[in-house]
């Protein structure tokens, strides 16, 4: 059928026209910005639906608000007013790439000089017996939700074969309509293509709980008509009797008509295209569903604009091209939140997943997941609400460095920052020491922000502040104004604290408890206990594994100083400093049965315990220091410096007097 055209060519033109096939939402972009930059080209679009482009993104709103053209994206005299020769309800049967021309379905020759193919996709009908029967309707375009409205009304049951956006979409609306809807997935869980096997299982109980029913693991084997009513029937053996279906069962490239074409296509039929946007035959490009990238067809509306835009640069003499474009999707699935964002099904091998799933307060069932990749957020996967979402993809998209305990904090919380609000660092002088580390103050912190330092990294770069151990850089962000996480203690400052107080119970018994005696006969248990203060191999032993984990310790110690020697979570790595702190405790008393002994000896053990007494009053500080919003924070932050070099500097003595109680048990 050939409807009437509705534009006039630009006056005086005699370049070669160029011709779009399909009036799709890309194909509109296209034109809309290739006119915006030439005026006079000849501009000819042959669209196969009868009307213009429509929003096909908020198609399931004509199900409930019968008025198309509220989604027409431009009225039909849009294309006239800009010299767009628009021939609607035709399509294209043929094209010569030789001859550069294409042939319509009511039998016109129409030449080109460039041919854009921008058909989109069509609905994937899988090959079920019944599939193409009475009351059986895809969910693609005007005309199927035209008939979806016919055939629904209230007491009616409808069946969705397809657990995706489209499907779960088709079911909201037809519930709106008091339709009775089951949804079909042959998948294991829902939206196989946005969400992982947890999310989409956690997608399934919100959408239970609104009263549709969903059958994952289903697989349709035939339908068929049983008086006025339609008869699913799934390979399990299940029966389910309905008044009409709708098949939301994914989607093809509208290519079918180029299928004797020399054109270039994947086994799906979508057209293969450079980074030019130009097919394997010269002056035809492919944009949108119908053509692959680099092995990649994308579904989303937003590559398909990026592709329209570089398209239509490139054809008026601009030099960009196309790359792979950014995935991510945000959307409100039957009034469930679903954002799929970044590298969200984790490409990369070298990265870890972190998941929460848990009842939030005030959010409701929630699953969160982050893929983290050097501590860095490259992919983001969320069902239900997240109020610091937007945070969190901006720390993604800026490619934040988040701190160790911001990671801990989201595994315990499901939150990566803080409440907006003023922090409490705000309140502090300019002479507070913010980084202990580098000894940096929040004067010189401010100062640097007035200077020019925009985010936490560029602050970080020219102060070095947060470089080393990262614990504040939460402050930073605060001071920058940027969200923040929660100012609590994380798991491995409590075990920290923890170890802390065990050193201070090790070190008053070292002190304090006095020698232990010897046992005054063989045949006594203590006998075989005070053997490792007998015998000189268990002594040399246990010396020795001291002097180990003396080393170990030291080694913990330096970690932040050196660049090298950095691994893993620094955070963890300083409560196991001082755990082995607490251990090298338990062996002194098993060198020594708190014997203090004499001259370079007992000078040992007491410069040996001050030293673990200080690493406690640090590690305590420590522990506090991330409680930024209290008094006790900031005055750990005061003095944890004070206890750390006093404990580095009593350290210094310790070799020398390993060296004398050496030589007094070798050679004295």
């Known amino acids: 059928m050939k409807l009437a055209k509705s534009a006039v060519k ?59 053209e509220s989604l027409y994206l ?87 074969l397809g657990g995706g956006l489209l499907g779960l979409e088709a079911a909201q609306a037809l519930q709106a309509l008091g339709v009775e809807v089951q949804i079909l997935e042959i998948a294991d869980y829902l939206m196989p293509q946005q969400l992982d096997a947890e999310g989409g299982m956690r997608l399934k109980d919100e959408i239970s709980n609104l009263g549709i029913l969903v059958r994952t693991r289903t697989k349709t084997e035939t339908i068929l008509d049983v008086a006025d009513q339609k008869v699913v029937q799934t390979e ?199 980084c202990n580390c580098m000894m940096v103050s929040k004067g010189t912190l401010m100062k640097a922000v007035a200077d020019g330092a925009g985010t936490v990294d560029e602050l970080s770069a020219c102060t070095l502040a947060g470089t080393v151990c990262g614990s504040c850089k939460p402050v930073l962000a ?9 100012t609590r203690i994380p798991a491995s400052a409590k075990a920290m604290m923890v170890f802390s107080l065990l050193a201070f119970f090790g070190v008053g018994a070292t002190v304090f408890a006095g020698p232990l005696a010897y046992a005054d006969s063989v045949e006594v248990y203590w006998y075989k206990v005070d053997q490792l203060w007998r015998d000189n191999l268990l002594r040399q032993v246990t010396g020795y594994s001291l002097f180990a984990l003396c080393l170990g310790a030291l080694f913990l110690s330096v970690q932040k100083r050196f660049a090298n020697l950095k691994i893993g979570n620094y955070s963890a790595w300083r409560a196991v400093h001082t755990a082995t702190g607490v251990l090298t405790l338990a062996t002194l008393f098993l060198h020594t049965g708190f014997s203090l002994g004499t001259n370079f000896n007992s000078w040992l053990m007491l410069t040996f315990a001050l030293l673990n007494l200080l690493g406690g009053v640090s590690g305590v500080f420590s522990s506090l220091e991330s409680k930024t919003d209290t008094g006790i924070g900031m005055l750990s932050r005061r003095l944890k410096p004070v206890a750390t070099w006093a404990h580095i500097l009593l350290f210094w003595p310790i070799p020398v007097l390993v060296l004398f109680h050496i030589a007094s048990v070798y050679y004295w």
């Not at 605060?478 to 929660?486: I, N």
């Open 10 to 68: 630009p006056s005086g033109s005699t370049a070669d026209p160029v011709v779009v096939i399909g009036n799709g939402m890309v194909g509109q972009r296209f034109c809309r910005t290739f006119r915006s930059l030439e005026k006079t080209t000849p501009l000819i679009v042959i669209g196969k639906e009868s009307v213009p482009a429509y929003d096909r993104v908020n198609l399931t709103r004509l199900v409930t608000e019968p008025e198309p």
């Open 74 to 160: 431009a009225p039909q005299a849009w294309y006239a007013d800009n010299d767009i020769d628009l021939r609607l309800g035709d399509e294209i049967t043929d094209i010569n790439t030789a001859g550069k021309t294409v042939i319509t379905a009511s039998g016109e020759t129409i030449p080109y000089g460039k041919l854009v193919i921008a058909t989109g996709s069509d609905p994937w009908i899988p090959p079920i017996p019944g599939a193409d029967g009475r009351h059986v309707f895809p969910y693609r375009t005007m005309e199927d939700i035209n008939a979806i409205r016919a055939c629904a009304g209230k007491d009616k049951k409808a069946v969705v």
């Open 236 to 434: 399990d053996g299940t029966v389910l009797v309905c008044d009409f279906i709708v098949i939301s069962a994914g989607i093809r490239p509208a290519t079918g008509f180029l299928i004797d074409s020399d054109l270039k296509r994947n086994p799906r039929g979508a057209l293969v295209i450079d980074e030019g946007l130009e097919t394997s035959e010269p002056h035809v490009f492919a944009i949108g569903e119908c053509a692959t990238f680099e092995g990649t067809t994308f579904g989303l509306v937003a590559p398909g604009y990026q592709m329209a835009d570089v398209l239509a640069g490139r054809l008026t003499g601009g030099k960009a091209v196309f790359t792979k474009p950014d995935l991510s999707a945000r959307l409100k699935v039957m009034g469930v939140h679903v954002a799929a964002l970044g590298d969200y099904f984790q490409s990369d091998p070298l990265a870890d997943p972190l998941t929460y799933s848990e009842v939030v307060p005030r959010s409701g069932p929630c699953y969160r997941k982050l893929i983290i990749l050097k501590r860095r957020v490259i992919g983001i996967m969320v069902v239900g609400v997240w109020d610091n979402l937007p945070a969190v993809q901006q720390a993604m998209e800026a490619g934040t460095k988040l701190s160790y305990k911001q990671l801990e904090l989201f595994e315990e919380t499901g939150e990566l920052f803080k409440p907006s609000g003023e922090p409490a660092v705000m309140k502090w002088s300019d002479s507070t020491q913010v």
């Open 478 to 486: 605060d001071l920058m104004g940027a969200p923040s996480m929660p």
